[in-house]
């Protein structure tokens, strides 16, 4: 059976920005927890929207031919899949995000920051 | 292109018990928020898991077989598919669910409080 998670105390154990764990699963879908800071990088999931829950600070997500978003605590946002998005957090922000098991962490780009799904499976 | 979702504002327009209302949806699933009070009813999902996010109060989940679990706020848990489940909310408590689109409010068990998925799509 499944355990009640409590996405504070999962937070604070995770020591690095841009590297989401997860934390449940349902239906094919991940549940993760993320600290971000700074400036992620521009990508797109062709087959894979993806939601974005704030639970502390303030995320802005960069989307391609379409202003900013900002998301403050407590805010919810889908990035529609094939859209180009690019995360920023000024100051240190936490989230829930929610999406596929397909969806890989920076889309068809590669970069320093890309997690795999292996990374991001690491009991927290 | 999506919009954001505050949570709290959403849930402040919301004046019903155990009548969730779609706020988002993706790959399949929807996003809902309800205002819980009281007991719900046994009932389970054959085909769909149903994760609850408690935003604001305490949601007590019986499980059949299993001890009850506790989510206060910021816990996550995951019924999963199959699994005769009970919520109650000694007091008003205030969830995110996300469950995949086919999911029916009181599953296969039909009661005053079931509210069909057209309900649960009215704007809010």
């Known amino acids: 059976m499944n355990t009640v998670v409590n996405l504070k105390e999962k937070l604070a154990k995770l020591n690095e920005h841009w590297s989401p764990r997860v934390v449940g699963e349902f239906d094919g879908n991940y549940a993760k927890i993320a600290k971000l800071k700074g400036t992620f990088t521009w990508h797109k999931h062709d087959d894979e929207d993806e939601l ?73």
Do not use: W
Not at 61 to 77: A, D, F, K, M, W
């Open 52 to 124: 974005f829950l704030v639970i502390s600070g303030t995320l802005v997500i960069e989307i391609e031919n379409h202003p900013s978003v900002t998301l403050n605590e407590g805010e919810l946002y889908i990035v529609p899949k094939g859209v180009m998005h690019n995360p920023i957090a000024e100051k240190e922000c936490h989230v829930l995000v929610i999406e596929k098991k397909s969806t890989q962490h920076t889309g068809d780009t590669k970069i320093e920051k890309t997690r795999s799904i292996e990374d991001q499976l690491k009991p927290i």
